[in-house]
């Protein structure tokens, strides 16, 4: 149980293009979602905190006007990364806790490459 | 300002050998500490998690040996194979719905 289902796996877009990834909670309601992002050899840094319903809560240095997340449902939370640049290209992760459980679950995570 | 400090960096240990990741933290408000598995190109795995009021817990081949007063943690894997190569993070959370900190990571080789 709890599994958290990420989409797309891979994406490729052209630079000044929008990428949107998808998040979604399969079995369970997820009220919070966190989003990370990983670059190659590296640990996953926090880029923001989403609460179903309410504004994210980014972290220091990210570009909230950049990285749109909407968590609009219980189930389901986005990521756009907007007019999208090379140094944008990296390995986004989300991950949502389980009501009740300490235990956090995380997507399968997105590869975005930006050419 | 690393909250969770973890080492080594990368490790290569033989087929069978007891491979140990060890991590050390500062806050003591968390109060949740699991490792993570993740293989190239995928999420993080929850491999074992443990609370500050046990000292050991093991599932499997897998034991985290705590140390409260010590503020540090471990990981060890009994009997490795060459199938858990992979990076391992060690991650640390506080009270409430707070978002897990997490160690740089081990990238471990298991070689046959």
């Known amino acids: 149980g709890a599994v958290v289902s990420q989409h797309p796996s891979r994406v490729i877009c052209k630079s000044g293009t929008s990428v949107k990834i998808e998040c979604r909670s399969l079995d369970f309601q997820a009220t919070t979602m966190f989003w990370y992002r990983q670059f190659p050899k590296q640990s996953l840094m926090l880029m923001a905190t989403s609460n179903e319903g309410s504004k994210a809560t980014y972290e220091q240095g990210v570009e909230k006007d950049k990285f749109l997340i909407n968590h609009a449902s219980l189930t389901l939370s986005t990521l756009t990364v907007t007019s999208a640049h090379p140094e944008d290209s990296s390995f986004y992760i989300c991950?949502?806790?389980?009501?009740?459980?300490?235990?956090?679950?995380f997507g399968s995570g997105t590869r975005l490459t930006v050419v | 300002q690393q909250q969770v400090k973890q080492s080594p960096q990368s490790l290569i240990v033989q087929k069978g050998g007891i491979p140990i990741i060890n991590c050390a933290y500062e806050?003591?408000?968390?109060?949740?500490f699991p490792w993570y598995q993740q293989f190239p190109g995928k999420g993080p795995a929850l491999l074992i998690a443990i609370r500050p009021d046990v000292s050991e817990k093991k599932e499997g081949r897998f034991t985290i040996s705590f140390n409260k007063s010590a503020k540090q943690f471990s990981l060890h894997i009994m009997d490795s194979q060459p199938g858990d190569s992979a990076t391992y993070f060690c991650?640390?959370?506080?009270?409430?719905?707070?978002?897990?900190?997490f160690g740089k990571g081990t990238r471990l080789s298991v070689i046959a």
């Open positions: 806050n003591t408000a968390f109060d949740y």
């Open positions: 991650a640390a959370r506080g009270s409430g719905n707070t978002p897990l900190v």
């Open positions: 991950s949502a806790r389980v009501t009740g459980r300490r235990g956090y679950t």
